[in-house]
């Protein structure tokens, strides 16, 4: 199980899922909620394009899509890699970087644009769930055999209906291919100073945090790859690792969104 590598035969599915409720205005890592997960999303979304490129052709190793949910459920858009990468949207930040001799130097990167911040309404996650189970069901029925979709939940606060949401998350996380089931991560996003929890193998370090236990138990157990993945990036994995992270950092989120991109993309 968890063993296809991905090609254009049988491409992988990346799905991310934004809370963009009015919480997410809240200040984090010298912005705020919604512009750093904007942020964060579209620049692994450009490295999953880069990790389908082999010179200048773009393999479709791998089909992309976003929902966010807030005010409604947005269906930001669901794509193969070579199409998105037509993406003309883009914008100019800047990036610090090594100097070669031990310094940084700061250095312009230009970025394509897929999600743009928004913080509005409530946290309808439940409904941002089913909206995912119609995407992947429709691209398993097509893709039976190819590794299995992974699921990428980032919020900041609880659901407007928990045990909807998670009768929706474990719905989803039953789907499978013949490689395996869909994988389910989850990010809690905070500037909690202390108290993060990352990749935990069970839950006796918040048996009494309702929120932190909800999330806990709609992340699936990471597979070999994904496991792998998170190592290299630096997490520490216990055996039965939730892929699951609480109270999380500025880096903390983009480990996450890269080894569940990247761990598909091996």
Same mark, same amino acid.
């Given at each position: 199980?968890?063993?296809?590598q991905?090609?254009?035969?049988?491409?992988?599915?990346?799905?991310?899922?934004?809370?963009?409720?009015?919480?997410?205005?809240?200040?984090?890592?010298?912005?705020?909620?919604?512009?750093?997960?904007?942020?964060?999303?579209?620049?692994?979304?450009?490295?999953?394009?880069?990790?389908?490129?082999?010179?200048?052709?773009?393999?479709?190793?791998?089909f992309?899509?976003?929902?966010?949910?807030?005010?409604?459920?947005?269906?930001?858009?669901?794509?193969?890699?070579?199409?998105?990468?037509?993406?003309?949207?883009?914008?100019?930040?800047?990036?610090?970087? $090594?100097?070669?001799?031990?310094? +940084?130097? %700061?250095?312009?990167?230009?970025?394509?644009?897929? *999600?743009? &911040?928004? @913080?509005?309404?409530?946290?309808?996650?439940a409904?941002?769930?089913k909206?995912?189970?119609?995407?992947?069901?429709?691209?398993?029925?097509?893709?039976?055999?190819?590794?299995?979709?992974?699921?990428?939940?980032?919020?900041?606060?609880?659901?407007n209906?928990?045990?909807?949401?998670?009768?929706?998350?474990?719905?989803?996380?039953?789907?499978?291919?013949?490689?395996?089931?869909?994988?389910?991560?989850?990010?809690?996003?905070?500037?909690?100073?202390?108290?993060?929890?990352?990749?935990?193998?069970d839950n006796?370090?918040?048996?009494n945090?309702?929120?932190?236990?909800?999330?806990?138990d709609?992340? $699936?157990v990471?597979?070999?790859? +994904?496991? %792998?993945?998170?190592?290299?990036?630096?997490?520490? *994995?216990? &055996?039965? @690792?939730?892929?699951?992270?609480?109270?999380?950092?500025?880096?903390?989120?983009?480990?996450?969104?890269?080894?569940?991109?990247k761990?598909?993309?091996?």
């Amino acid at each position: 199980m968890y063993q296809e590598q991905l090609s254009s035969a049988k491409p992988g599915f990346i799905l991310i899922m934004i809370d963009q409720s009015a919480s997410m205005s809240d200040k984090y890592a010298n912005s705020d909620k919604a512009d750093f997960a904007a942020l964060a999303v579209n620049r692994v979304i450009g490295e999953i394009i880069t990790a389908c490129s082999s010179g200048n052709e773009i393999k479709d190793r791998c089909f992309v899509a976003a929902v966010g949910y807030g005010a409604g459920i947005n269906v930001l858009f669901l794509d193969k890699a070579s199409e998105l990468a037509k993406n003309p949207n883009t914008t100019t930040l800047k990036r610090k970087v $090594s100097d070669g001799a031990g310094g +940084l130097v %700061e250095v312009d990167e230009v970025m394509r644009v897929f *999600v743009k &911040p928004t @913080a509005s309404n409530g946290t309808p996650m439940a409904e941002a769930f089913k909206q995912a189970y119609t995407g992947v069901e429709k691209f398993i029925s097509n893709h039976r055999d190819s590794f299995p979709p992974v699921v990428i939940n980032i919020t900041d606060g609880e659901p407007n209906d928990s045990n909807a949401a998670t009768t929706e998350a474990k719905k989803l996380a039953q789907l499978k291919t013949s490689d395996g089931n869909v994988i389910v991560l989850n990010a809690h996003i905070s500037n909690a100073s202390a108290g993060k929890i990352e990749l935990p193998s069970d839950n006796a370090g918040f048996s009494n945090n309702k929120f932190a236990n909800f999330l806990f138990d709609i992340s $699936s157990v990471l597979p070999d790859p +994904l496991a %792998e993945s998170a190592k290299n990036a630096g997490c520490t *994995v216990q &055996p039965n @690792a939730r892929g699951f992270i609480f109270n999380a950092d500025a880096e903390a989120l983009i480990k996450l969104l890269q080894f569940g991109s990247k761990g598909a993309l091996r």
